[in-house]
């Protein structure tokens, strides 16, 4: 258990839908990451929070935003959901002054 | 933009057969971590590497950085089944760059 929380664990959805993804980063860490992961590949890096201010942004579509909240926990929204954004979408938390980063179990998102 | 590749992509071994996974960066790194992801799980820290020639191991991983610091490895002596998943080399974000994945060597250990 890596202390990192996502909710929910798994989500069904439709075409032009929008949903919300949660995640609470372990006591202490100030940055959270937001990662999408498509069947049987690489992790992709959509965005970076640091303690309530975003601080780095990957290839993260112009539909999906997040932001992280004052007690530090985060959501993912997506929205005008496609079939393509079918995927894992992984939370991740670090420390301050360590890039280490630790994973939650993540949110297998389906759209259908 | 830079980028961080990873081979093999996949990797079929037989138990007790070593294993070894290559990170390659166009750019010097700042430094590098590995990563381990079972089948159905989520990634899990394994080693950072900071200094230049860097050599650390646990147990039967043994993790490298390079003299110029612009390639790593991570090698597996006598693989077994318990080692199956993918593993990733990674450049974390640092002075608010984002982090930067490789794709990932998935390794398939035959009993």
């Known amino acids: 258990d890596s202390g990192v929380t996502q909710t929910p664990k798994h989500l069904i959805t439709a075409t032009g839908q929008r949903v919300t993804l949660r995640c609470s980063p372990r006591?202490?860490?100030?940055?959270v990451y937001w990662y999408q992961q498509s069947l049987d590949q690489g992790l992709q890096f959509l965005i970076q929070?640091?303690?309530?201010?975003?601080?780095a942004k990957g290839n993260i579509l112009e539909r999906f935003s997040a932001q992280q909240f004052p007690d530090l926990h985060s959501e993912l929204n997506l929205s005008s959901l496609e079939l393509g954004d079918s995927a894992l979408y992984f939370c991740?938390?670090?420390?301050?002054?360590?890039?280490?980063?630790?994973f939650g179990p993540g949110t297998r998102l389906l759209v259908l | 933009g830079q980028q961080v590749m990873q081979i093999p992509q996949y990797q079929h071994v037989q138990e007790g057969e070593d294993f070894t996974t290559y990170c390659n960066s166009s750019?010097?790194?700042?430094?590098i971590q590995w990563y381990k992801q079972r089948p159905g799980g989520h990634p899990v820290f394994l080693i950072q590497?900071?200094?230049?020639?860097e050599v650390k191991k646990q147990k039967r991983l043994t993790f490298q950085f390079g003299e110029a610091k612009k390639n790593s490895s991570l090698h597996i002596t006598a693989t077994q089944t318990t080692d199956v998943g993918t593993y990733f080399c990674?450049?974390?974000?640092?002075?608010?760059?984002?982090?930067?994945f490789g794709a990932g060597t998935r390794l398939f250990v035959k009993a």
């Open positions: 991740a938390s670090s420390g301050p002054g360590t890039g280490t980063q630790y």
């Open positions: 750019t010097t790194l700042s430094n």
């Open positions: 990674a450049e974390p974000n640092t002075g608010g760059f984002k982090t930067i």
């Open positions: 929070y640091y303690n309530g201010e975003e601080r």
């Open positions: 590497l900071v200094k230049s020639g």
């Open positions: 006591s202490g860490d100030l940055s």
